[in-house]
């Protein structure tokens, strides 16, 4: 069964880096083909998706932040860990990470997030 | 950046009722949409992928179609607990997620 939990600060202050971490079990990292992505949801607002990381390391990011996103991955300890600095009000929302599947037929793969973590809300005040 | 429109945003309707969401894409993806349902204050439940595969231990009332830029979410008789806030999400090019559509008891 997978399951996966975000565990962070639920207060950070404006200009501060925010880090996350992701652990998850059921899956690991280590795996091709898996994957772990970040999506946030601002109070009353639309999913958001932020990043993704796959089992090989490579990582894909949102545009929209300007390179405020790092992610890392530590496989031993099944976790997943997103970093974004210069955090702003506007930041204020509640962050998910989610196992990412695919689904194959005879044309192509299509992902899809199967799995997601309860979220963990975090404010931007000072 | 691929952009996602769903209409209506907020939809009433009574239990029993038949229900579609249409999900408009900026450019064309394919069958690369998936769709996802979240109720208040939890975390979104993965409904269909690939436009119309539906998610294992999803009920059958739930069905998806569309391809290229417009899609559909049906509910075939809506039941209580299908109220809820419903989300599409473009896999195409990297992932976008459409501004929902809320389905509330009428």
């Known amino acids: 069964q997978i399951t996966l939990k975000e565990s962070g600060p639920t207060l950070v202050k404006p200009t501060q880096t925010l880090t996350l971490t992701c652990t998850f079990s059921?899956?690991?990292?280590?795996?091709?083909?898996?994957?772990v992505g970040w999506i946030r949801q601002p109070p009353g607002k639309a999913l958001d998706w932020l990043a993704l990381?796959?089992?090989?390391?490579?990582?894909r990011y949102t545009s929209t932040l300007n390179n405020r996103l790092t992610l890392t991955k530590d496989p031993s300890k099944n976790q997943v860990v997103l970093t974004m600095t210069n955090m702003d009000p506007e930041d204020t929302a509640t962050y998910y990470c989610?196992?990412?599947?695919?689904?194959?037929?005879?044309?192509?793969?299509?992902?899809?997030?199967?799995?997601w973590g309860q979220g963990v809300l975090v404010t931007v005040s000072s | 950046d691929i952009q996602l429109t769903q209409s209506p945003s907020f939809l009433s309707a009574s239990v029993g009722d038949r229900v579609t969401i249409t999900c408009r894409a900026s450019?064309?993806?394919?069958?690369?949409l998936a769709w996802y349902q979240q109720k208040p204050g939890k975390s979104p439940n993965l409904l269909i992928y690939?436009?119309?595969t539906l998610h294992s231990g999803v009920p059958s009332r739930f069905s998806g179609s569309g391809s290229g830029t417009e899609f559909t979410l049906t509910i075939s008789s809506l039941q209580p607990e299908d109220f809820a806030t419903y989300y599409c999400?473009?896999?195409?090019?990297?992932?976008?997620f459409g501004p929902g559509t809320k389905v509330d008891i009428k």
């Open positions: 989610a196992h990412l599947g695919t689904y194959y037929d005879s044309l192509s793969g299509y992902p899809y997030f199967d799995f």
């Open positions: 059921g899956f690991s990292l280590t795996t091709s083909g898996v994957a």
């Open positions: 990381i796959y089992w090989n390391g490579n990582q």
């Open positions: 450019q064309g993806i394919s069958r690369f």
């Open positions: 690939a436009a119309s």
């Open positions: 999400q473009q896999v195409n090019n990297l992932f976008t």
